[in-house]
RNA sequence: GGCCCGUUCGUCUAAGGGUUAGGACACCACCCUUUCACGGUGGUGAUACGAGUUCGAAUCUCGUACGGGCUACCA
């Protein structure tokens, strides 16, 4: 009998959640929902110093658009809280104790000075005249350093009673291979001996991470943690920490996920201002700084498209399917097929799959998103019934939301400006006459529907020797301003007769 | 520098020893469309390199190169 599937996400609240984030959070989610298991997200704020104002509440607010609600977290409750990490302070340091008792951990008292000196202190030993790395500390170098392997146990023991700043680092063994099965890389092994000794509990008596991570995902009951490849290279200390401290049995299975790489390594939201793309789910305000960036939904995406473009970032169902919806990815979701290598983000196809996401959402969603876009562009938008057939004429050609505007505004408030040199070259009295006959037969039309409206342009056109191809194009540019938009008799209906004819004879005095 | 992970069209990827190496985005051409799109058809374009195993390698092994990540009392 296996245990109920427990994941978790576990973001620090320094800022706002990017690509890869959201991507970690879906897959979570994906793994959970589909073997019908708990997600949960968890607050990593151990870093004091980091803490960002507004960042906590941002993620939230970003799962909530994208429709990934955590089953359990601050927001949320739950039977495993505090599901903020500096809320359980008090749990962690009695491991860190118990690993300095059994031996796997000690005290190090050294001073932030004491540290740098010895990074960058040349090589002691050998004939190296070259120094290109940084000193780590580890078995190499312990035993001369200030810590509670090399003073005596009453030194030490007056330190800590005098209240002595201090962390506590393990003791990393000097020649064992450390080894597990990632669920995405199979079989991943280490040298403990090549790995620093890591800070495990900090001297402000927080946990690092590395703590952090492994109590509380046994706290907690995970049994599958998952987390992007930059994590890989610490995953002997967290592998050790658990055979230590809670038995390698009961470890939940790792897996690594592929990095999502920007047009130069690893993403950053740099990259968003550089390369003129959204890196952030929303849009996120700096309050330290107060620099903006950019996020997906306001740049106009749909919430499902954009779940879409990152599932398939580094996943793939294995046919030929693109467009799944969240249904349909917790489905066919597994951690066998997530790719190993890194992806590079690709925006074009990002908009892609907005576009397509446009295309196949209804009318009736889209209207309330539409809606909302024009009363931010002041256009006053009083019929439903209107917007709903503009909707729907105009939505296969937007790739994001804000094409709707560029795409329909002349629906609904005449155009700003004019393409009057695409007509001007070739207007002449006899299209003007025209024009003015088509007012007069508009002005007396019974039925207003694009069927009658496009017959009869096409007779007087004959009766005046006039080709029709001739004359769309000044019509069209008359009631749109330009060469886009849906066909122009069905922009005509939906005008009515009243704007439409008010909108020819206004033209017809510019071409003139 | 050290360690770890990776490497199929420009990009995302399929092909779990035998395929003319498939699809999608982007790009180009044509068709449809009296605008712009949508749609349709077709095209350009890839197994990093070198050994080995095998009748046969994109696929397995090793090496090289290249790319990325990590190397904090950050996560």
Excluded at 272 to 285: E, I, L, Q, S, T
Excluded at 328 to 345: D, N, Q, T
Excluded at 353 to 369: G, Q
Aim: charged share 25%.
């Amino acid at each position: 009998m296996s245990k109920k599937v427990r994941v978790r996400f576990a973001p620090s609240p320094t800022g706002g959640l990017h690509l890869g984030g959201v991507r970690t959070v879906l897959y979570n989610y994906l793994f959970a929902r589909k073997y019908g298991g708990d997600f949960l997200v968890r607050i990593e704020d151990t870093d004091l110093s980091r803490y960002v104002q507004g960042a906590e509440e941002y993620i939230f607010d970003t799962l909530k658009w994208c429709g990934l609600e955590p089953d359990e977290s601050v927001q949320h409750g739950g039977d495993y809280g505090p599901y903020r990490q500096s809320e359980r302070k008090d749990s962690y340091r009695q491991y860190a104790e118990q690993l300095v008792k059994n031996g796997y951990a000690y005290y190090a008292f050294d001073t932030p000075e004491e540290l740098e000196k010895m990074r960058h202190a040349p090589l002691a030993i050998g004939v190296k005249t070259e120094q290109t790395h940084t000193q780590q500390y580890d078995h190499t170098i312990r035993m001369k350093m200030r810590n509670s392997l090399t003073l005596s146990a009453d030194e030490t023991h007056k330190l800590l009673a005098d209240g002595t700043r201090h962390v506590i680092r393990i003791k990393m063994p000097e020649n064992e291979t450390v080894s597990f099965t990632d669920m995405i890389r199979g079989e991943v092994s280490f040298e403990t001996s090549l790995v620093d000794d890591k800070v495990l509990l900090k001297a402000d008596g927080m946990p690092t991470y590395h703590l952090a991570v492994v109590v509380d995902d046994h706290l907690m009951r995970i049994t599958h943690a998952f987390r992007g490849e930059e994590w890989l290279p610490s995953a002997p200390v967290h592998l050790l920490l658990w055979k230590y401290l809670f038995g390698l049995e009961n470890m939940p299975q790792w897996a690594h996920f592929p990095l999502i790489l920007g047009p130069a390594g690893k993403l950053s939201k740099r990259d968003g201002a550089k390369y003129g793309f959204p890196v952030f789910a929303m849009n996120w305000n700096d309050p330290k700084t107060g620099e903006l960036t950019e996020g997906f939904k306001e740049k106009g995406f749909l919430p499902e498209a954009f779940l879409n473009l990152l599932a398939l970032l580094g996943w793939n169902d294995g046919g030929e399917q693109e467009i799944f919806t969240k249904e349909e990815l917790i489905e066919k979701f597994s951690m066998e097929r997530v790719h190993s290598a890194g992806a590079k983000f690709d925006y074009e196809k990002a908009k892609w799959f907005n576009h397509e996401w446009i295309k196949k959402t209804t009318v009736d969603s889209l209207r309330s998103p539409v809606r909302n876009l024009f009363e931010q562009n002041k256009i006053t938008v009083s019929d439903d019934v209107i917007l709903d057939k503009v909707i729907g004429l105009v939505k296969d050609r937007c790739t994001l939301l804000p094409d709707f505007i560029q795409q329909s505004s002349f629906f609904f408030k005449a155009p700003e400006s004019i393409d009057v040199d695409a007509v001007k070259p070739k207007w002449n009295e006899a299209k003007q006459l025209f024009f003015a006959e088509l007012i007069r037969n508009y002005e007396l039309a019974i039925e207003w529907n694009a069927h009658t409206l496009e017959n009869n342009l096409k007779e007087i056109a004959a009766a005046n020797n006039l080709k029709p191809g001739e004359l769309m194009l000044p019509f069209r540019i008359m009631l749109v301003g330009g060469k886009f938009g849906p066909g122009v008799f069905e922009i005509a209906e939906l005008l009515g007769k009243e704007e439409t004819i008010r909108r020819i004879s206004s033209a017809i005095k510019m071409f003139g």
